[in-house]
């Protein structure tokens, strides 16, 4: 064999890739290859969200890449003695990684470089198409810049769904000499991991995204404020931003346009609470993430009480995409008023977990089943949370609902941040209708009384249907409660907890009168 | 090495003043500070008030506010176990009380020999692997009793 000839392979550094152990796979691989004198050079890719074949190692053959997965280090002697160097075959192999038909069927427009590129390299970011948005930005300029992003339809994909192009409006026309963009990156939401995958796989796509919405706004200064649970996408970011200033894309005159924008990272400190936006914007101005009573809305008076454009991870990433190939393009996606494509997180029990990008419009049956492949535990699909903790709670019969705003919204669930959990039939309902409470009870931050005091009766009103006390009329003052913090609520913390709790009661009636009507001993 | 510094007043205003031109600086000075000594120590609160011209209570009340911060020294190392509903579907529930009861300590809870301290979180962003855990921010997924139980002597070692 000729060993003249430098290999390129590539592993995640993707945190659940890390998390398999993909490190030590790196390191296998490394010193396998060197022990037969191969010269290797290892890229670490983010990942490209297959994750039930992480950590998943790409190899650079002539014919394309070539796949194998999900790896070990105790397959590594093996795989390098079959000729992975050169894509041979092993029982790990999967061939190009396209063309499996999870990855296949997807419409990958915003994670298109996700697992493919050196998440930290402007060089192959720009490789890749990077910052072709961004020169059409500065072609078109501030107003036709935001009417792109107002004809492409983009809603806010944070959870609100709030039309992307009218925010960026409404910051454009605010009076000020210092407009700020922030992204929220507080991704807190179970089941949901998109844009921690895009800040550990392409983080100049969102570099590329909030630098077109700060020339769209006029804008100079912006922040991603992160959550501290993700310490690699911390320093995936940092490394990024660096690199960025470095190479000129960043900083005082970004690509020779003469305009600024400098861009910072910032830690949450572990509050859910802080995914909410004035809350966010408490936090990052380093007061306790208390919501603020809207209006002023942030797009006028937001961090340090100037024009703020407040947008997800997923809305800003989405835009560089939408400004390269146009509005039209990206408008052709979806149905209805839920146009472009939703990245689709599943999660929990489930065999083939990961990062689905498509067109809105998908059926959950479709998600879960076809790509999915059931439940990780083989037992039949009792119920899907969709949309994060303050998500509803899905029995089988409305699976077929296709994820859109309004579909979901007349179903009496939300799209949310595009997650989806599944559950198999050994599921709890009451259980989990009584985290719901909790989880809102410790996440509160107090500010309004629905929720402070709400949260914590809903627990102990629900341990008492759970322990039998009267269940009947225990569940008609959680159903009055439930109306109260949904009508009375500042914020989406506690005004849509109900939706969890209630969406449980109506949907699985049978496990909220399991211990029956036991007599009560006087209260 | 030990991970963390002992407190220490001068060298808490050493980092406080690095940070404080800082549009919000308060966070930051924070979580620097309690990556330096482990966690925040109730003598930092007049010297952060005094360098952001803050009130003591609003600084107490930022520190309270968050869950990362803490107010006393925890173990050498830091478990972070997700409870959040992706976890639960895979049988979260019942691995933490066998976590919990192998480390003899509860939630916030420290080892009795100092090791580890265990902090619940809601959601590490592993959901499709579930559970999931960081160890000193090392993450694992799909994880065990065991696989933890490995993690924490390799993290001593």
Redesign the interface.
């Known amino acids: 064999m000729s060993t003249a000839m430098s290999i390129t392979l590539y592993v995640p550094r993707d945190?659940?890739a890390?998390?398999?152990g993909a490190n030590r796979v790196a390191r296998a691989l490394f010193s396998g290859a060197e022990r037969r004198g191969l010269d290797v050079s290892i890229v670490r890719t983010g990942s490209r969200g297959l994750?039930?074949l992480?950590p998943m190692v790409e190899v650079a053959t002539p014919e394309g890449r070539v796949a194998y997965g999900p790896v070990t280090p105790a397959d590594v002697d093996a795989l390098l003695d079959a000729g992975l160097a050169e894509g041979g075959e092993h029982p790990l192999r999967l061939g190009d990684p396209e063309k499996i038909p999870f990855l296949a069927r997807q419409q990958r427009l915003t994670f298109h470089r996700c697992g493919v590129i050196d998440p930290v390299s402007v060089d192959d970011y720009k490789a890749h198409g990077g910052y072709r948005g961004l020169e059409a930005a500065l072609r078109l300029g501030p107003e036709g810049t935001v009417g792109e992003v107002r004809e492409s339809g983009l809603r806010g994909r944070g959870g609100a769904g709030f039309p992307a192009g009218i925010k960026w409006n409404t910051v454009m026309l605010a009076q000020s000499h210092h407009k700020y963009v922030v992204c929220n990156a507080d991704?807190?939401?179970?089941?949901?991991?998109a844009?921690?995958m895009m800040m550990e796989g392409d983080p100049f796509n969102l570099i590329e995204g909030m630098t077109i919405a700060a020339v769209a706004v006029g804008a100079t200064r912006g922040y991603i404020y992160l959550r501290?649970?993700?310490?690699?996408a911390f320093a995936t970011l940092k490394e990024a931003i660096a690199n960025g200033i470095a190479a000129g894309v960043l900083g005082d005159d970004v690509m020779g346009s003469g305009k600024s924008f400098h861009l910072e990272v910032?830690?949450?400190?572990?509050?859910?609470i802080c995914g909410e936006e004035t809350s966010l914007l408490e936090?990052?101005?380093?007061?306790?993430?208390?919501v603020r009573a809207k209006p002023p809305i942030p797009a006028l008076k937001g961090?340090?009480g100037q024009p703020t454009l407040v947008n997800n991870v997923m809305t800003f990433t989405a835009t560089p995409w939408i400004l390269e190939h146009g509005a039209k393009a990206y408008a052709d996606y979806g149905m209805g008023r839920s146009l472009g494509t939703l990245p689709i997180?599943?999660?929990?029990?489930?065999k083939h977990?990961?990062l689905i990008e498509t067109a809105f419009g998908i059926t959950l049956r479709e998600v879960i089943e076809g790509y999915g492949g059931g439940t990780?535990s083989g037992r039949p699909v009792r119920a899907v949370?969709v949309g994060g903790?303050l998500g509803a709670y899905f029995p089988d019969h409305l699976l077929d609902t296709p994820l859109d705003y309004e579909a979901m919204a007349a179903k009496k669930g939300l799209v949310g941040h595009g997650?989806i959990?599944?559950?198999?039939d050994t599921?709890d309902m009451a259980k989990?209708a009584r985290?719901a409470f909790e989880?809102c009870a410790?996440?509160s931050c107090g500010k309004c009384t629905p929720c402070r005091i709400g949260a914590t009766r809903g627990v102990e009103t629900m341990d008492k249907v759970i322990a039998g006390i009267s269940p009947e009329k225990n569940l008609t003052v959680i159903a009055d409660l439930c109306e109260v913090m949904t009508d009375g609520s500042l914020c989406a913390m506690g005004g849509l907890t109900p939706m969890p709790v209630m969406s449980a009661i109506t949907h699985f009636p049978e496990d909220f009168s399991r211990a029956g009507d036991l007599p009560v001993a006087a209260e | 090495m030990p991970r963390f510094e002992p407190w220490d007043g001068q060298r808490a205003s050493g980092i406080i003043a690095e940070h404080s031109h800082l549009e919000g600086a308060t966070l930051p000075i924070l979580h620097a500070l309690q990556e330096t000594f482990g966690y925040v120590d109730a003598g930092a609160v007049p010297l952060i008030a005094d360098a952001l011209n803050l009130s003591r209570a609003e600084v107490h009340g930022c520190i309270t506010f968050y869950h990362d911060f803490r107010a006393h020294p925890a173990g050498r190392h830091e478990v972070k176990l997700c409870r959040a509903e992706a976890c639960q579907a895979m049988g979260s529930d019942r691995l933490h009380a066998e976590i919990l009861s192998r480390l003899g300590t509860g939630w916030h809870g420290t080892t009795s020999d100092g090791n580890a301290t265990v902090e619940p979180v809601y959601c590490l962003g592993l959901c499709s692997n579930a559970p999931a855990a960081l160890v000193d921010g090392e993450p694992i997924a799909r994880l065990t009793a065991d696989s933890l139980e490995a993690a924490l002597s390799e993290a001593r070692a």
């Open positions: 945190a659940v890390l998390g398999l994750f039930w992480e991704e807190g939401d179970s089941g949901t991991f844009d921690r501290s649970e993700y310490p690699q910032r830690l949450g400190a572990g509050a859910y936090s990052l101005e380093g007061k306790r993430g208390i961090f340090l997180q599943l999660a929990g029990n489930v977990g990961g990780f949370q903790p997650g959990v599944v559950f198999d599921v989990q985290f989880f410790t996440e």
